[in-house]
């Protein structure tokens, strides 16, 4: 028991009713949805050999659902964008298990989004960070990471959680951007014009877009993006985690939410990209195509960007890292997680650590800063 909540720690999200889960969070971002989380267990997407095991705790009153954090017991720290590697070769180097350890995230999605679900109850929440430490403790747990977390949630971890910053790149929407043409407008001369020049090289190669929603894809169209999504993978030498059964699940489940751009070359799909979106902003996660000159750049960025703008959408999220976005209208945003370490020592140790992480991250930022694509007001070219 925390207080007047009983702890239940769920290994099947499907156990759940999808009305229940989604009455903790205002729905706007799609990744914390049941549909999104319960599929990837449905689907062969987590699997425990792969350091996935679904791991939600959730607290109850009553027989009703009042908190939940969408969490997974990690063997590895493979598919989280917040790397910890470092942390467990000090562990290793003590003599100590570092793993498993609690996560408390989205599996495989570098994207910001409500991560401990309450609907309008703090208190609730409270105890479900409360809840969230206990359960390291008296499952001899290494610690808890919460990544990615909406900057709303700051104030709820309390001094003994670790704080990390990391920078992103990211689209936002300005005051008089009401077409693709706008966008260029505000941007410097050599950035406008490689732009145009990139979409140019596409354009002459006979490819065009079309835009599909869940409920529009064909099965022929949703089968041939999940082997972009393979095929880029395997170039990689990575093991892809989404099936085929997964895309058909969101395509069915959240039919708006899921946007493909299809990239056509001879009535033929050449590549695509895979994107969610949320209330006001496009999140962008997978990519696969041919070798083109531009096509990679036109079908993840430029097409969202045409979208969000025909939308009406303010924010595109086109996934982790890539300093070549900077150029491309993508601007430096700061995202979270918050990290809880059991052992009293290693907690004391990696607080310093993670303070000069974060010195070095606000540096890092403060300087994409100076590389802005955009005019200044005194800048006239």
Same mark, same amino acid.
Request: net charge negative; aromatic share 12%; charged share 20%.
């Given at each position: 028991?925390?207080?007047?909540?009983?702890?239940?720690?769920?290994?099947?999200?499907?156990?759940?009713?999808?009305?229940?889960? #989604?009455?903790?969070?205002?729905?706007? &971002?799609?990744? /914390?949805? $049941?549909?999104?989380?319960?599929?990837?267990?449905?689907?062969?997407?987590? !699997?425990?050999?792969?350091?996935?095991?679904?791991?939600?705790?959730?607290?109850?009153?009553?027989?009703?659902?009042?908190?939940?954090?969408?969490?997974?017991?990690?063997? &590895?720290?493979?598919?989280?964008?917040?790397f910890?590697?470092?942390?467990? &070769?000090?562990?290793?180097? $003590?003599?100590?298990?570092?793993?498993?350890?609690?996560?408390?995230?989205?599996?495989?999605?570098?994207?910001?989004?409500?991560?401990?679900?309450?609907?309008?109850?703090?208190?609730?929440?409270?105890?479900?960070?409360?809840?969230?430490?206990?359960?390291?403790?008296?499952?001899?747990?290494?610690?808890?990471? /919460? &990544?990615?977390?909406?900057?709303?949630?700051?104030? *709820?971890?309390?001094?003994?959680?670790?704080?990390?910053?990391?920078?992103?790149?990211?689209? =936002? !929407?300005?005051?008089?951007?009401?077409?693709?043409?706008?966008?260029?407008?505000?941007?410097? $001369?050599?950035?406008?014009?490689? /732009?145009?020049?990139?979409?140019?090289?596409?354009?002459?190669?006979?490819?065009?877009?079309?835009? !599909?929603?869940? #409920?529009?894809?064909?099965?022929?169209?949703?089968?041939?993006?999940?082997?972009?999504? *393979?095929?880029?993978?395997?170039?990689?030498?990575?093991a892809?985690? *989404?099936?085929?059964?997964?895309l058909?699940?969101?395509?069915?489940?959240?039919?708006?939410?899921?946007?493909?751009?299809?990239?056509?070359?001879?009535? =033929?799909? /050449?590549?695509?990209? *895979?994107?969610?979106?949320?209330?006001?902003?496009?999140?962008?996660r997978?990519?696969?195509?041919?070798?083109?000159?531009?096509?990679?750049?036109?079908?993840?960025?430029?097409?969202?960007?045409?979208?969000?703008?025909?939308?009406?959408?303010?924010h595109?999220?086109?996934?982790?890292?890539g300093?070549?976005?900077?150029?491309?209208?993508?601007?430096?945003?700061?995202?979270?997680s918050?990290?809880?370490?059991? #052992?009293?020592?290693?907690?004391?140790?990696?607080?310093?650590?993670?303070?000069?992480? !974060?010195?070095?991250?606000?540096?890092?930022?403060?300087?994409?800063?100076?590389?802005?694509?955009?005019?200044?007001?005194?800048?006239?070219?």
């Open positions: 028991m925390t207080d007047a909540f009983e702890l239940r720690v769920l290994g099947d999200l499907g156990a759940v009713p999808a009305a229940q889960w #989604d009455a903790l969070h205002d729905g706007s &971002n799609p990744f /914390i949805s $049941h549909a999104f989380l319960a599929g990837l267990e449905q689907h062969g997407c987590l !699997r425990p050999d792969w350091g996935w095991q679904p791991q939600h705790l959730s607290l109850w009153r009553d027989e009703q659902l009042v908190a939940a954090a969408p969490g997974y017991l990690k063997q &590895n720290s493979h598919g989280e964008f917040v910890d590697h470092a942390w467990a &070769n000090a562990y290793a180097r $003590h003599g100590l298990d570092y793993f498993p350890k609690w996560l408390g995230g989205v599996p495989y999605s570098p994207v910001t989004g409500p991560r401990l679900l309450a609907g309008d109850d703090d208190a609730a929440r409270s105890a479900l960070l409360a809840a969230i430490t206990r359960h390291v403790q008296q499952h001899d747990l290494s610690s808890a990471h /919460i &990544n990615f977390h909406l900057p709303g949630e700051t104030a *709820l971890f309390d001094a003994h959680w670790l704080r990390r910053d990391d920078v992103q790149f990211q689209w =936002q !929407r300005q005051s008089g951007w009401n077409s693709f043409d706008d966008f260029l407008a505000a941007m410097d $001369h050599k950035r406008r014009k490689n /732009i145009r020049q990139e979409r140019s090289k596409v354009a002459k190669a006979g490819i065009t877009f079309v835009t !599909r929603h869940g #409920d529009e894809a064909s099965a022929d169209e949703l089968r041939a993006m999940h082997g972009f999504y *393979l095929r880029t993978f395997a170039e990689y030498g990575n892809p985690a *989404l099936t085929l059964g997964f058909r699940h969101l395509a069915a489940t959240l039919p708006r939410q899921l946007v493909l751009f299809l990239a056509m070359q001879d009535e =033929q799909p /050449i590549a695509g990209a *895979l994107c969610l979106r949320g209330g006001s902003t496009l999140y962008g997978y990519w696969g195509g041919a070798p083109l000159p531009g096509l990679h750049f036109e079908t993840c960025y430029y097409q969202g960007i045409d979208y969000c703008l025909r939308e009406g959408l303010q595109f999220e086109p996934g982790a890292q300093e070549h976005k900077l150029a491309r209208g993508f601007l430096p945003r700061p995202v979270h918050h990290h809880w370490i059991a #052992d009293p020592r290693f907690r004391a140790a990696l607080q310093d650590w993670c303070s000069r992480e !974060r010195e070095d991250v606000a540096r890092y930022a403060q300087a994409l800063q100076q590389h802005s694509p955009f005019r200044t007001i005194d800048d006239n070219t």
